[in-house]
């Protein structure tokens, strides 16, 4: 049975939303005349790894017009001001004024664990949601009615705010992590941002496993009514923003998108992943190798796209081996004073090419270049003296270029 009584930690919380909410309260005067400023509640101190993109805001003092607002502007204070307590966190991407939304206001503050405030509308985050935040939003949830009788006031945006109380759920993740999944949700690229991949995977992770949200739809553009879905030949921003990561972090944006089940991306980080070591050991992990598949990230991708990403790997191996086991076509001896070629020289030839593509087989890997495999058989030149044998060898390099270069890319 729920108590009767207000915790101390729903008390505090309230005064902390009262004052980001509500008008500022103009100083008191005590009997003896002396101003007297409210009392500030300090927000709890946020020292992460990479600073996240939040704002502190100092309530601001009535206006001239006779308004209040509890938004005036949107800056990081002074150092002075952060050691007096008199600040709360906001988020710089979806404050009170950000509107996303047009003209409709926000009837939901979500509050991270480090203690960041996101005010976003309800009626967005239930659409991409299929479970309401994991249920959250009418488990957890506490309205706070301090804004029912203010329907005149405004925010700085010119937008009125609803005579509706505010939600405010307090979510478990971290600000930098919910700052990347609402804008996932609200379908707007946090590029500008720059945030670390590891902070990408964790949001799109939490979106997916915990959260109930389609990312393949909000990528789309279809989970919201914000915007139309992209033409089949125009990928959409967060598409691009993702798949941006793939030629740094190819193996961690494909398990990402295996996880989720997006193919597109899976297929555009596939581009980079030739010269993954699908069978990785110990020895290749002191060696530095560039590219390895951990049994961690194994698990990730799962046995659907592990077995379309070896798949990839064997169509080209067969490629490589058609290409570079055929030999350069020989020549009839009808003119041995201008050849200066014999059925001996070809057949040197023939013995040196099938020695040079077996070593490509065995040794070069799917992701062999075009130059390698041209940089092991161009020398046989230096040491041909007939012309149309010279002339054999630059038309079938020629030919496993083009081969190689038409090999399948992708899964």
Not at 352 to 381: E, H, K, M, N
Not at 385 to 391: F, G
């Amino acid at each position: 049975m729920p108590s009767e009584f207000p915790t101390d930690t729903e008390m505090e919380l309230d005064s902390i939303f009262h004052r980001i909410a509500s008008p500022a309260v103009p100083d008191t005067k005590d009997k003896d005349g002396s101003k007297r400023a409210r009392s500030q509640i300090p927000t709890p101190p946020h020292t992460p790894l990479t600073p996240p993109p939040i704002c502190l805001l100092s309530p601001s003092p009535s206006s001239e017009n006779g308004e209040t607002t509890s938004l005036e502007r949107i800056q990081r204070p002074s150092k002075d001001a952060e050691a007096s307590g008199s600040v709360v966190s906001l988020s710089t991407s979806f404050h009170p004024s950000a509107g996303h939304c047009g003209d409709l206001a926000s009837d939901l503050v979500l509050l991270s664990s480090d203690s960041v405030f996101f005010y976003v509308h309800s009626s967005v985050i239930c659409s991409a949601s299929n479970n309401n935040l994991c249920g959250l939003l009418t488990s957890n949830g506490s309205k706070h009615p301090q804004i029912a009788n203010q329907a005149s006031t405004k925010s700085p945006s010119g937008a009125k705010i609803s005579d509706e109380s505010i939600e405010l759920v307090m979510l478990p993740d971290q600000s930098q992590v919910l700052n990347i999944m609402l804008h996932f949700i609200y379908n707007i690229s946090p590029a500008h941002h720059s945030p670390p991949f590891h902070v990408i995977s964790q949001a799109v992770e939490r979106l997916h496993d915990t959260y109930g949200v389609d990312v393949r739809r909000v990528m789309q553009g279809s989970a919201l009514g914000l915007s139309s879905p992209p033409s089949n030949n125009v990928p959409s921003s967060l598409f691009t923003f993702l798949a941006a990561h793939a030629p740094l972090y190819p193996v961690e944006v494909y398990a990402l998108a295996a996880s989720i089940d997006l193919y597109s991306l899976a297929q555009n980080a596939s581009l980079y992943l030739h010269e993954l070591d699908l069978c990785s050991t110990d020895d290749d992990d002191r060696a530095g190798a560039k590219l390895r598949l951990t049994p961690e990230m194994a698990r990730k991708i799962g046995g659907v796209y592990l077995m379309r990403l070896i798949g990839m790997h064997k169509r080209r191996l067969e490629a490589l081996r058609t290409a570079v086991c055929t030999a350069p076509d020989g020549h009839l001896i009808d003119r041995p004073s201008e050849d200066q070629c014999s059925a001996e020289d070809q057949a040197s030839l023939k013995r040196a090419w099938a020695l040079a593509a077996a070593y490509i087989v065995c040794t070069a890997g799917p992701g062999v270049s075009a130059q390698t495999i041209d940089g092991t058989f161009r020398p046989f030149a230096q040491h041909i003296a007939c012309s149309r044998c010279r002339q054999a060898l630059d038309k079938r390099l020629e030919a496993i270029d083009r081969e190689w270069r038409m090999a399948p890319r992708t899964i």
